[in-house]
């Protein structure tokens, strides 16, 4: 049978995210920097923690620390959306998760596309942030026009990427050879493009009404706008880049610092001005400057129930309602302070947060649960008993108010515009073919099925 020889969509995810980082290592030698401040951090972090290198060990994770997590590109048009759902499910990656970034002042609604399950993300986590830029929050309605008749004459994906990817749609996979070609081609589209499509009084324009239209409309593509692999410790690596000479955004984007990780905490390095050249009326062209592309780094703690996150967003906006972070750093360490403080009304240990329902978490039985035989009984019983233990399950996805600092801090201080707040969930997935996955779903999918392989110890009908 033709499906065993197909190379499975986590190989192609994970070809896909080596070859996207070593063209974007060398687009953006900044981001090499970076990578070798995370995997220096990492060792140091590992050397003082000898017990953090055995669960990274036990996990089979820890010669992938230092590897990518996340992406993120924009694109124009409902179609580059459908076409771009459909290249990321031959990787195995799917759209979970809607995020309004109108109400941060980004005309842009967003999904992330990742792999779905416990094993998938294991095998390689990679995921890219996709955004949809929202010409309709735009009032200059002939430059919107201008703008959506440019996007409409675009291509971003090469012939031979939308054969291979309706050849994997009709057969059910890809061999090695069709595999490795569809990565090769995918690529192709994420690429920077340092010759506009537009001339530079078009790209001015563009700029004027938002710096994010004219990133999306000029370029023949979605350039990849950065990568982030994960640090063991986002402080030590904020604090160090400007040692390397690249200088960190403001601040520290999600929770405070934290003995319990929660959700997300994230930082990057703030965009780069790049050489462009833009068509002129002569046939020529003329050199122009064009700031998008940045590195980051992120740090994942426990998935937070609704009633966890509800606790987190109203901490983080009462954080924000105090000291609102300005893009110049001038009251980061106010901000920081505030946080902090703030903060202190999140339980710090994996117990309390555990039984507040505030987050999920894996049950497995210990060994003493493994030879119980005693009938079953409530779960905290099984705990207070040594029979059952319990693991934070990993946050995997992102965080509004988070990708809004991001991308401002990328769009430069003078950007921060206001929009009418207008999440459209229905158009996107209208735009985007089909609905997006429920995050919260995912994660109590995992605990619950990690519940039942506990019965026989705990009474499943109960918890
Ligand atoms: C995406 C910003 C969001 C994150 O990590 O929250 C993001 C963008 O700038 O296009 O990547
Ligand atoms: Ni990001």
């Not at 979970?96 to 094993?119: C, I, M, N, Q």
Request: hydrophobic share 40%.
């Amino acid at each position: 049978m033709a499906t065993e020889s197909f190379t499975s969509s986590d190989d192609i995810r994970a070809a896909f995210s080596a070859a996207m980082s070593a063209m974007y290592r060398e687009e953006v030698p900044a981001y090499g920097t970076l990578m070798a401040l995370v995997a220096q951090v990492n060792e140091e972090t590992l050397a003082g923690q000898p017990a953090l290198r055995e669960r990274l060990v036990a996990t089979d994770t820890l010669d992938r620390i230092c590897e990518e997590r996340h992406g993120a590109i924009r694109l124009g048009t409902p179609e580059e959306l459908a076409m771009m759902r459909r290249v990321f499910a031959i990787m195995g990656m799917f759209p979970v998760g809607y995020y309004d970034l109108s109400t941060a002042g980004v005309p842009v609604h967003s999904t992330a596309f990742r792999p779905v399950g416990k094993e998938s993300l294991s095998r390689n986590p990679f995921r890219v942030f996709t955004s949809l830029l929202r010409l309709d929050l735009i009032n200059d309605e002939a430059l919107r026009n201008e703008a959506a008749a440019i996007l409409a004459g675009r291509k971003i994906f090469t012939d031979r990427a939308v054969a291979l990817v309706e050849k994997a749609e009709q057969d059910g996979g890809l061999d090695a050879d069709g595999a490795a070609q569809f990565v090769k081609e995918v690529l192709e589209t994420f690429r920077w493009h340092n010759q506009a499509i537009v001339s530079a009084d078009m790209y001015k324009r563009l700029h004027d009404a938002h710096r994010l239209i004219a990133d999306v409309v000029s370029f023949k593509g979605p350039h990849i706008n950065h990568l982030t692999p994960r640090t063991l410790d986002i402080d030590k690596v904020q604090d160090r880049m400007p040692e390397e000479g690249i200088a960190p955004k403001a601040v520290v984007e999600g929770p405070p610092t934290r003995k319990c990780p929660i959700l997300l905490r994230q930082t990057s390095f703030k965009a780069l001005q790049e050489s462009v050249s833009f068509r002129n009326d002569t046939n020529g062209w003329d050199v122009g400057s064009h700031t998008a592309r940045f590195g980051e780094i992120e740090q994942r703690g426990v998935a937070l129930t609704p009633k966890g996150r509800a606790l987190y967003d109203q901490l983080l906006n009462e954080t924000r309602a105090r000291v609102r972070p300005a893009a110049d750093g001038s009251n980061a360490v106010a901000y920081e302070a505030a946080l902090a403080d703030i903060f202190k009304k999140f339980p710090d240990d994996w117990g309390s947060i555990r039984r507040a329902g505030l987050g999920y978490f894996t049950y497995t039985l210990t060994e003493k649960g493994r030879a119980y035989t005693g009938g079953e009984i409530e779960l905290e019983a099984a705990i207070g008993q040594g029979l059952v233990q319990f693991d934070p399950i990993v946050y995997e996805d992102f965080l509004p108010v988070s990708a809004a600092g991001i991308f401002q801090s990328n769009l430069g201080d003078d950007a921060a515009q206001e929009f009418v707040a207008s999440p459209n969930q229905i158009v996107f997935e209208r735009d985007l073919g089909v609905s997006v996955l429920d995050e919260f779903a995912h994660y109590s999918a995992i605990e619950r099925a990690s519940l039942e392989a506990c019965s026989g110890v705990i009474d499943t009908a109960v918890v």
